[in-house]
């Protein structure tokens, strides 16, 4: 009986010894496939920031490889007989592109100086990737370096212009004067004109009255009596009796009577009196002499 029970013993002491065995091994099982799937995170990870610091990479590439057409077109777009001939707002477009690509430029460089410190602190910078650093820093620099140059052409453009506007300036001041003094001139001429028109109207003025005998008498324009020659305006005659005209275009006086008689000095041969429809009409045919005796001419009528 006593042999029984050391036989069950035993076989309860192996069972527990199998038992504790396999427990530990499969604790070792469990414990080698968390560092499997540790490290596997760890290279995904990895390759994750090496995908992602390429792909930061090719966009910062594809950036400044824009950037350098831009300037390209604005090279194009700024020789020298663009720039004299293009307009105010053009240059100003100029200008304001030119800042926006130098600003871009600066935010380039910066990116591309915060990508190469992470890629220097990890594990992942290869040569080629120290290459394309190099190549990038490379073409903002020459890109920095055509904008400081478009940036002095523009610039060197802007002072010819203002120079120009300047003189352009000073030729108007002097257009101004000029024409403030041709104008000046021009109307003094135009008074010197007038005052010469209005001196030959005034030499070329001329006096007429046309009345009866006892007309004439009352406006003392002529005195008679008996026996007494007949006098012409050698009084206080009524100026405003006669009819005021120009000897250059009277050449023609209906005198509204069937008989007229000059009383006035006017040369014979310079007028005519001749009749129209009953009636009496003096004619002057040679102005100049009919009217170099008198400035007044008297018609008495009957």
């Known amino acids: 009986m006593r042999k029984i029970l050391y036989f069950v013993a035993a ?3 192996m069972a527990g010894i199998a038992s504790m ?31 992602a610091e390429k792909d930061t990479l090719a966009a910062l590439m594809m950036e400044v490889s824009d950037g350098m057409n831009q300037i390209l077109d604005m090279q194009n777009q700024m020789s020298v007989e663009n720039l004299n001939s293009d307009s105010p707002d053009k240059k100003i477009q100029l200008r304001n592109n030119i800042l926006a690509i130098q600003q871009g430029i600066v935010e380039q460089k910066q990116r591309v100086a915060q990508l190469e410190k992470r890629l220097k602190q990890s594990t992942n910078y290869s040569d080629a990737m120290k290459k394309q650093i190099a190549s990038l820093k490379q073409q903002l620099d020459h890109q920095e ?19 120009l506007n300047t003189k352009v300036d000073s030729l108007n001041t002097e257009n101004a004067h000029v024409t403030s003094a041709y104008n000046s001139a021009s109307a003094r001429a135009q008074e010197e004109t007038q005052r ?27 005195e008679t009596g008996f026996l007494k020659k007949t006098r012409v305006m050698e009084g206080d005659f ?18 509204h009577s069937k008989k007229a008689e000059i009383m006035s000095r006017h040369p014979s041969g310079s007028y005519v009196i001749e009749d129209e429809g009953g009636q009496k ?3 002057i045919t040679n102005p100049s002499r009919f009217w170099e005796l008198s400035n007044y001419l008297v018609v008495k009528i009957k």
Request: aromatic share 4%; net charge positive; hydrophobic share 40%.
């Open 281 to 283: 009409v003096l004619k």
């Open 238 to 255: 009524t100026q405003s009796y006669f009819t005021k005209a120009d000897k250059r275009t009277l050449n023609r006086i209906a005198l």
């Open 145 to 163: 370096s055509i904008i400081n140059s478009l940036t002095a052409q523009l610039q060197a453009a802007h002072v010819t212009i203002k120079n």
């Open 196 to 222: 010469a028109n209005n001196l030959v109207n005034e030499m070329n003025v001329c006096y007429y009255v046309v009345g009866s005998k006892k007309e004439l008498k009352r406006q003392k324009i002529i």
């Open 11 to 13: 076989l309860v002491v």
């Open 21 to 51: 065995s396999s427990c530990k091994k499969d604790k070792a099982e469990v414990a080698k496939v968390n560092q499997d799937s540790i490290d596997n995170l760890a290279l995904t990870d990895s390759l994750a920031t090496i995908r």
